[in-house]
């Protein structure tokens, strides 16, 4: 079975531009995260869906960002614009069921850089 | 405070040693989830194992197990017979409250980097 999809694995763009990350959530999963991992931060929840309605999103840093989730198998994070300390590495995940046990299951994340 | 406390930020182990890495939790919900994930330097997270506050027994995937205990609120992962594939960072996550819309957020600990030396 083909696990969460992100893309791209990579971005490098200047200061100011628009930046969309991407992810296809594991088919049949209720559940979408999307995280920041950064040195200093650590993995911090940014927002989260269940059935493609945002419910959590106090972990958004500021207006700049935005996701969105217009189905089940597709869900976009928007950064504009962009700033450099922005840069970290972004995971999407995405969960079975709302039960205890469920793990979420991890995309390979996407390295951004904003110079 | 913090939710999750990972005291470890690094650990040295032999290859073929058995390791423990520590992790406390606080949380005042009796119903919560503790999770385990493993972050090879490649930077993908992978799943290890889950302990539920109302299991009775320890949980086991393979050479991970769970240290569980409750009263003083620690899960610490034991690795058994480990190998240099083991070297990663692995995060420690808990998981709060009932099964109800909006309780499913996992709050992660900053990690403990595991080293297997040959």
């Known amino acids: 079975d083909a696990g969460v999809i992100q893309s791209p694995r990579h971005e490098v763009t200047e200061m100011g531009q628009e930046v969309t990350l991407r992810c296809k959530p594991i088919s049949g999963h209720d559940y979408l995260f999307w995280y920041r991992q950064t040195m200093m931060r650590g993995l911090e929840l940014l927002i989260y869906?269940?059935?493609?309605?945002?419910?959590?999103d106090s972990g958004m840093p500021e207006d700049r960002f935005s996701a969105k989730m217009p189905n089940a198998s597709f869900s976009t994070l928007k950064i504009q614009p962009s700033e450099p300390r922005d840069s970290a590495v972004y995971f999407c995940?995405?969960?079975?069921?709302?039960?205890?046990?469920?793990?979420?299951?991890f995309g390979d994340g996407t390295r951004l850089s904003i110079l | 405070a913090q939710k999750i406390t990972q005291t470890q930020p690094g650990m040295f182990v032999q290859e073929k040693e058995a390791v423990t890495l520590d992790c406390t939790y606080d949380?005042?919900?009796?119903?919560?989830?503790l999770f385990w994930y493993k972050q090879p330097s490649s930077g993908e997270m992978i799943f290890l194992i889950y302990q539920g506050s109302y299991d009775q027994q320890n949980a086991t995937e393979g050479r991970y197990s769970l240290n569980f205990q409750k009263a003083r609120k620690s899960a610490n992962l034991v690795i058994s017979a480990s190998q240099l594939g083991d070297s990663a960072m692995y995060f420690c996550?808990?998981?709060?409250?009932?099964?109800?819309?909006?309780?499913?957020?996992?709050?992660f600990g900053q990690g403990t980097r595991l080293t297997i030396n040959p």
């Open positions: 995940a995405s969960q079975n069921r709302a039960r205890s046990n469920q793990p979420q299951h």
């Open positions: 949380t005042s919900d009796p119903s919560y989830g």
């Open positions: 869906f269940n059935n493609n309605v945002p419910i959590d």
């Open positions: 996550a808990m998981r709060e409250g009932t099964i109800i819309q909006g309780a499913q957020k996992l709050v």
